[in-house]
């Protein structure tokens, strides 16, 4: 058993079929997170996550984020206590593996006008943004250069965690915010673009 550092990349791998790995960590507080698999792209490894109440869920590596998982949000809101992260692969597999957990609240800060320029490097890694908002605040997102649009899924969250948009990387048409508080956006990578970078620079315009 290792400890889990909140936003470090957890980078080893399996020598023995039948091996597996875990990883704790201790949430002083409600959190949301995000687990972002890096390496590799196989399906038969999978990580089981488990809570104070038991096991919350469990993915493959192929599965779990960006545009190959757009109908289950990535993220998990949750509460204090004490938390396993388990790296179990399927069919006893051998083999060096990449992952992290993010604390979502620790997200890099949008500046409405302001370009953002950055690349999601490698390209299966997951870019976290956010920005504040008052309820009726109208905002539109401007993709103005990509490498990578057919790579890379984003998702807008609402405060709650609620999901507004859920696509591949594009132009946001104008919208009206419904609440107070902090919106979130995800940029997700590829798992099968690990060897790639993918630029792109967009702007938030009120």
């Known amino acids: 058993v290792a ?11 399996f020598t023995h079929p039948g091996e597996q790995h875990s990883y704790q960590f201790t949430l002083d507080q409600e ?17 089981y996550l488990y809570g104070p109440s038991g096991q919350i869920t469990n993915r493959t590596f192929t599965q779990s984020e960006g545009v190959r998982q757009t109908t289950t949000t990535p993220f998990y809101t949750l509460e204090a206590g004490d938390y396993e992260l388990i790296i179990n692969p399927d ?26 320029v950055n690349s999601i490097n ?12 008052t309820v009726g605040d109208r905002f539109y997102f401007d993709r103005q250069t990509s490498s990578s649009s057919g790579n890379v899924w984003m998702r807008l969250l609402d405060p709650f965690g609620n999901v507004l948009q859920n696509k591949y990387y594009n ?3 104008t919208f009206t915010v419904l609440h107070d508080g902090r919106y979130t956006l995800l940029m997700e990578g ?7 970078i993918y630029d792109y620079q967009f702007t938030v315009f009120a």
């Open 122 to 133: 490698p390209g299966s890694e997951t870019d976290i943004y956010q920005f504040d908002a």
């Open 91 to 116: 069919n006893a597999v051998v083999g060096n593996y990449a992952i992290r957990v993010l604390d979502m609240a620790n997200a890099a800060a949008i500046t409405i006008g302001t370009p953002l």
């Open 190 to 196: 590829d798992i099968y673009g690990s060897a790639s």
């Open 171 to 173: 132009d946001v048409d």
């Open 3 to 13: 400890e889990l550092i909140l936003g470090e990349k957890i980078e080893t791998g």
């Open 31 to 47: 959190t949301q997170i995000y687990i972002d698999t890096l390496t590799p792209a196989d399906g038969n490894y999978r990580w």
